[in-house]
């Protein structure tokens, strides 16, 4: 079967439904899932040309809906060909792009048609975009949902790059009125500045100084702020890349208040512990920063819980030479983990050992993020009407990340050299073959998601 041919059946030992894992074939029609007939009944004749992929896991396309692709105007940090391509290869299916760090960044209806034109041509996934929310923009917002935005982001301390300032407590107002009955979602990034002494003290190279630069105070203090504005407004509120589990208590106590929050944390913050980073390792920078392996077990357990919604890479790429990697400064070099390629593996290689099973990869990795950015009536499932994307890996397998397999557009990430468990073999979008075995369909077959208004709903 040739990449970029369509694809009118999969039948495989191991399909995750909601029913469940079990023996089945998926029959696809005009890119969409039309039937699922479970092994047993399958008698051999479905009309069609079927693709047998014995004992590989087949499951819906992973949804990351925390993505920086960084095009129009940094695209020497990433682009939509390669980062579209890198999410291909790790079965991603369906991308949301963040408004920032392109220039311009999403916070216009101008600037959300431009990165659209930008896109076109260029996706070998899905995608959908998020606005966003910076002082002054609120009459931008409304415009903005009615084009097809999937809602909006904001930051609540310095973003990184001047063109996306965060927000006051008088925009944070403004733009929750505007958004107050449209059914949209505002996502925080939830930091805020605290007291700190006024001199940096420790030894820059060392993560530890990085690391006490932002405690989780800030976290705690932004997430008491996101309750309360979500609790008063009503309006949809998502707490992106949690890292600090001492903010999960003020997140159950708001949702049981009636606050319609839910929150995502990220492979970085579950894969990765403070302790194991050298000094000048500053490919693990990101903010929040990762913490602690007990901090990281308390995450889990959230998950496990149920306290935690979904889990995404919050693909953060940039040059080399803003790593510092010469310098080995933690306190100068760029904050973000690049890892869209690999969150599926990176995710099953630590849950698979916690107990975790395969409907629980569906429901956090594909189902909510879909559910998040109104996608849930087409992505994220597969179900008899919903679009037919599929991956299929094997979750037995192992592999070494390494840099001549890396598709995303700068090579450098904190996963070189580890092995992980979980090959991802094909990746079907919309019923069509788009990724095998380190192969890509000859032409971006991945469509512009705009996603329409959306009544107001309750939490996920």
Known sequence: ?????????????????????????IVMKDGKIHEIVSGSRFSGDVGCEVLDVGDSVVMPGVVDCHVHVNEPGRTTWEGFWTGTRAAA????????DMPLNSIPPTTTLSNFREKQQEA?????????????????????????????????????IHSGVEEFPHVTDVDLHA??????GTGSVLLFHAEVDVLQPTEETGDPCQYSTFLQSRPDVMEIEAIRLVADLCLQYQVRCHIV?????KALKLIQKARQAGAPLTVETTHHYLSLCAENI???????????????SENQEQLWSALKAGQIDMVVSDHS???????KLNSGDFTQAWGGISSLQFGLPLFWSSASKRGFELSDVVRLLSQKPAQ?????????????????????WDPERQFEVEEKSIHHKNKLTPYLGITLQGVVCATILRGQLVYRQGSFCPEPLGKHLLIPERKPQAQL
């Open 1 to 25: 079967m040739e990449l970029g041919s369509t694809v009118r059946a999969v039948r495989s030992e191991r399909v995750v439904t909601g029913n469940g894992v079990r023996p089945a074939v």
């Open 89 to 96: 290869a790790g079965g991603v299916t369906t991308i949301v």
């Open 120 to 156: 076109t041509g260029k996706c070998f996934v899905d995608t959908a975009f998020w606005g966003g929310v910076i002082p002054g923009n609120q009459l931008e917002l409304r415009p903005m949902i009615q084009a097809g935005v999937a809602g909006f982001k904001c930051f609540l």
């Open 175 to 180: 733009a929750m009125k505007q958004l107050q």
């Open 241 to 245: 890349h949690l890292s600090s589990a």
């Open 278 to 292: 050298r000094a000048g390792a500053t490919q693990f920078k990101c903010c929040p920063p990762i913490r602690g």
């Open 317 to 323: 790429p940039c040059t080399p030479d803003l790593k």
């Open 372 to 392: 998040l950015c109104g996608l849930d009536n087409q992505k994220g499932s597969l179900t008899p009407g919903y679009d037919a994307d599929l991956v299929i």
